[in-house]
C-alpha cells in the first residue's frame, strides 16, 4: 500500500481530481476493504458530525406520528444511516433509512450488519430515479469529492428528483490543519485498512467552500462548518 504523504510535502491550495482512492479501485484488497467498513463508525463519529446534521437539519423534520423516509447515498457500511436511526428512536421520533450504495462489496458487508429501520439497496441514485421512488429526505457522506462533474451533476439532479423536503449532502472541506490533524490521528490505524491512506487522499480531493459554489447548481446552499466540513443543502416547500 503507498505511504500517506506527509503535510508538509503536498500543495492543498487546489483539488487534487486525479488522485484515486485504494477503495475505489475494483481490485483492492477485499480483507482491507471490508476492514476499513469496520473502521468507518469511529472515524465518522469523530470527524463526519451527523450529530450536527441531525440537531440542526434532520429532526425539526421528524414526527413522533408519522414516520419519515430517508435516503441515504452511498452509504458505505451503513454506520451513518444506523446512526442516525438510533438517534431518532432516542428522541421517541419515527424515521426509516434507505442505504442506497450501487457497490457490491459494500452492499454485502452492510446488509450482514442489519439494523431496525434500515433497508440496505444495491443501487445508484440513477437507478432509484428511474423505478420511481421518492423520500421526504436524502443525503450522504463523504460522496461528493469521489464524483468526477459529470457523475457530481448527476447525483445532484437526482437528489432533486428523489427528496421531496430536504437534501444533505456533507463533505470534507480541504484545509492544511485538517491534512494535518488526520495524518497525525489515524497513525494507529496504517496498514490496517484503507482509513489513513483514502482518509487523506478524500481531504485532497475535497472541496473549498468557495470551489464547491463555483460548481453547484442553481438552487443550492454551500454550508460550511466547524472543524473542516461542508454541507450542499436544497430545501423545498413541500412538507408532506
Same mark, same amino acid.
Given at each position: 500500500?503507498?505511504?500517506?504523504?506527509?503535510?508538509?510535502r503536498?500543495?492543498?491550495?487546489?483539488?487534487d481530481e486525479?488522485?484515486l482512492?485504494l477503495?475505489d479501485?475494483?481490485?483492492?484488497?477485499?480483507?482491507?476493504?471490508?476492514?476499513?467498513?469496520?473502521?468507518?463508525?469511529?472515524?465518522?463519529g469523530v470527524?463526519?458530525?451527523?450529530?450536527?446534521?441531525?440537531?440542526?437539519?434532520?429532526?425539526?423534520?421528524?414526527s413522533?406520528?408519522?414516520?419519515?423516509?430517508?435516503?441515504?447515498?452511498?452509504?458505505?457500511?451503513?454506520?451513518?444511516?444506523?446512526?442516525?436511526?438510533?438517534?431518532?428512536?432516542?428522541?421517541?421520533?419515527?424515521?426509516?433509512?434507505?442505504?442506497?450504495?450501487?457497490?457490491?462489496?459494500?452492499?454485502?458487508w452492510?446488509?450482514?450488519?442489519?439494523?431496525?429501520?434500515?433497508?440496505?439497496?444495491?443501487?445508484?441514485?440513477?437507478?432509484?430515479?428511474?423505478?420511481?421512488?421518492?423520500?421526504?429526505?436524502?443525503?450522504?457522506?463523504h460522496?461528493?469529492?469521489?464524483?468526477? /462533474? %459529470? *457523475?457530481?451533476? #448527476?447525483?445532484?439532479?437526482?437528489?432533486e428528483l =428523489? !427528496?421531496r423536503?430536504?437534501? &444533505?449532502?456533507? @463533505?470534507?472541506?480541504?484545509? /492544511? %490543519? *485538517?491534512?494535518? #490533524?488526520?495524518?497525525l490521528g489515524?497513525l494507529? =490505524? !496504517?496498514?490496517r485498512?484503507? &482509513?489513513?491512506? @483514502?482518509?487523506l487522499?478524500?481531504?485532497?480531493r475535497?472541496?473549498?467552500?468557495?470551489e464547491?459554489?463555483?460548481?453547484?447548481?442553481a438552487g443550492w446552499? &454551500?454550508?460550511p462548518?466547524?472543524?473542516?466540513?461542508?454541507?450542499l443543502?436544497?430545501?423545498?416547500?413541500?412538507?408532506r
Amino acid at each position: 500500500m503507498a505511504s500517506p504523504t506527509d503535510p508538509g510535502r503536498i500543495d492543498l491550495g487546489r483539488r487534487d481530481e486525479a488522485l484515486l482512492e485504494l477503495m475505489d479501485d475494483p481490485d483492492c484488497d477485499l480483507g482491507l476493504l471490508q476492514r476499513t467498513y469496520g473502521v468507518f463508525p469511529l472515524v465518522n463519529g469523530v470527524v463526519a458530525g451527523w450529530g450536527r446534521v441531525y440537531r440542526e437539519r434532520l429532526r425539526p423534520l421528524l414526527s413522533a406520528e408519522c414516520e419519515t423516509r430517508l435516503l441515504d447515498l452511498g452509504s458505505g457500511g451503513g454506520d451513518v444511516a444506523r446512526g442516525l436511526v438510533r438517534r431518532a428512536a432516542r428522541d421517541g421520533l419515527r424515521l426509516h433509512v434507505t442505504a442506497a450504495d450501487p457497490d457490491g462489496r459494500a452492499h454485502d458487508w452492510a446488509s450482514a450488519r442489519p439494523a431496525p429501520g434500515v433497508d440496505y439497496r444495491r443501487a445508484s441514485s440513477g437507478d432509484l430515479v428511474a423505478a420511481g421512488e421518492t423520500f421526504d429526505v436524502v443525503v450522504s457522506n463523504h460522496v461528493l469529492h469521489h464524483l468526477d /462533474r %459529470a *457523475a457530481r451533476d #448527476a447525483v445532484l439532479a437526482d437528489s432533486e428528483l =428523489l !427528496a421531496r423536503r430536504l437534501v &444533505v449532502h456533507s @463533505d470534507i472541506r480541504r484545509a /492544511r %490543519a *485538517a491534512y494535518a #490533524a488526520y495524518w497525525l490521528g489515524t497513525l494507529p =490505524l !496504517a496498514r490496517r485498512s484503507f &482509513v489513513r491512506t @483514502d482518509g487523506l487522499r478524500s481531504i485532497r480531493r475535497s472541496f473549498s467552500a468557495d470551489e464547491l459554489r463555483a460548481v453547484a447548481p442553481a438552487g443550492w446552499q &454551500v454550508v460550511p462548518r466547524e472543524p473542516f466540513r461542508l454541507w450542499l443543502v436544497r430545501e423545498s416547500g413541500d412538507r408532506r
